[in-house]
């Protein structure tokens, strides 16, 4: 657990924080982007419950102000495809409009990676445009994905080339990876697989 200081109060982040504990927390109305605040906070409560899922968040008091969901990939995207497991999404990261330039998204990644549960693991993050908080960042697209790519390469992620058309679709879009430091090679192998299924090859 993280404690920061703020104007308002002590901001505790929390790794892959209890399911009661986040359950009795209220969620912060500017955390919209993705979907209602209500809407949100079942989905984060879904996860968390989720033996496989992980939401790290931040709280200020009973309020929640920030996560960082980590799960298993979607069943309809290539990546939950593979047959060695051990690839898991970076999913939702969100935080208050009230707390930004406090850097609580660096913190949350932070917290969640030294926990050491990842380091088995390949976590990917999908970088698609139209997932940018471009009205709250006041951010061109070409900035909040510079952005996203800095967050992401704090705590070890690279940029992957990869022949997923939702991923080359639009060219803002960006898949990144962070490869544990104890991934098998049969994982990391699995993964070059998937990150080449429509051609078979690097490019």
Not at 176 to 189: P, Y
Request: proline content about 5%.
């Amino acid at each position: 657990m993280r404690h920061l200081s703020s104007p308002y109060g002590a901001i505790e982040v929390i790794p892959c924080g209890d399911p009661a504990l986040l359950s009795i927390l209220e969620i912060d109305a500017t955390l919209d982007v993705f979907r209602s605040p209500d809407a949100q906070f079942a989905a984060l409560l879904s996860i968390a419950l989720d033996a496989d899922g992980c939401v790290c968040f931040a709280r200020l008091g009973h309020r929640l102000i920030g996560y960082a969901t980590f799960h298993p990939p979607d069943a309809i995207e290539r990546w939950s495809q593979g047959v060695v497991p051990g690839i898991v999404e970076l999913g939702a990261i969100e935080t208050s409009r009230l707390h930004r330039g406090r850097h609580l998204a660096r913190h949350l990644l932070g917290a969640a990676v030294q926990t050491g549960r990842f380091e088995d693991k390949i976590l990917i993050a999908t970088l698609y445009q139209w997932h940018f908080d471009l009205d709250g960042t006041n951010l061109t697209a070409h900035a909040y994905r510079k952005l996203l790519e800095r967050l992401y390469g704090s705590v070890g992620f690279e940029i992957m080339k990869t022949d997923d058309p939702e991923i080359m679709y639009y060219p803002g879009n960006s898949l990144m990876a962070r490869i544990g430091a104890r991934a098998s090679s049969a994982l990391k192998t699995e993964f070059d697989r998937l990150r080449w299924l429509e051609t078979g090859r690097p490019r």
